[in-house]
């Protein structure tokens, strides 16, 4: 399997668990609270990402003169 297969892959198997596991969740709890805890996962996994992303991109060196990321962002 390739790398784009694999990641192909991994991407529709965890759209799928996510909606498995939400939707018994939806008839046993309120549509409002359903929807809050919806939101409050895509802001939680949404801050994640932007977290690990600006680590790797502060750890990663660029820019001219090899300086990193956050020797630029300093000035």
């Known amino acids: 399997m390739t790398v784009l297969g694999f990641a192909v892959a991994c991407g529709l ?3 799928i668990v996510l909606y ?3 939707l ?5 709890v309120p549509a409002s609270v359903f929807g809050t805890f919806t939101s409050v996962n895509l802001v939680v996994s949404t801050r994640r990402s932007r977290m690990t992303l600006d680590a790797s991109m502060n750890e990663t060196p ?3 003169g090899g300086e ?3 020797d630029a962002h300093d000035r």
């Not at 018994?24 to 046993?28: D, G, T, V, Y």
């Open 68 to 70: 990193g990321a956050a």
């Open 24 to 28: 018994p969740a939806l008839r046993r």
């Open 62 to 64: 660029g820019g001219a």
């Open 13 to 15: 198997m965890s759209s």
């Open 20 to 22: 498995a596991a939400g």
